[in-house]
């Protein structure tokens, strides 16, 4: 049963920028997903699944992967119970699926296992 949704994947060439976005699907999740920490993961074809950017509640602290920093912005807009990952100058290394992913308390931002709802993914492809 999908809990979050994204979307905004795609195939982009390099250099160039994609957003992908974050929705909670039911009502009682949107108000989980207004109280969590928002993690974003991506995984490669034949690779594990790595963190990538994370926003905390409520003061919106972001973190971000020492591979993306400079490059990616994550945000969120609590009213509308949605996340945000802004990705610029991307490069062929960043094709991957993207998860986002929900929690309370999360604490360590990089481990997939602190989080407690996922999307199913979305695409992004970097390539010319």
């Known amino acids: 049963q999908v809990q979050l949704v994204e979307s905004g994947g795609g195939l982009v060439l390099p250099g160039g920028s994609l957003r992908v976005s974050c929705a909670a699907s039911k009502g009682t999740l949107r108000s989980f997903f207004s109280r969590s920490d928002v993690g974003w993961f991506r995984q490669a074809p034949g690779k594990e699944r790595e963190f990538v950017a994370a926003?905390?509640?409520?003061?919106?602290?972001?973190y971000y992967a020492d591979s993306v920093k400079g490059r990616f912005t994550i945000s969120r807009e609590n009213a509308e119970s949605t996340g945000y990952l802004q990705m610029n100058s991307l490069k062929p290394e960043d094709t991957a699926v993207y998860y986002c992913?929900?929690?309370?308390?999360?604490?360590?931002?990089?481990?997939?296992?602190?989080?407690?709802?996922w999307g199913q993914g979305t695409q992004v492809t970097v390539s010319s």
């Open positions: 926003i905390s509640w409520p003061a919106h602290t972001t």
């Open positions: 992913a929900a929690g309370l308390n999360v604490h360590d931002y990089g481990r997939a296992a602190a989080y407690t709802y």
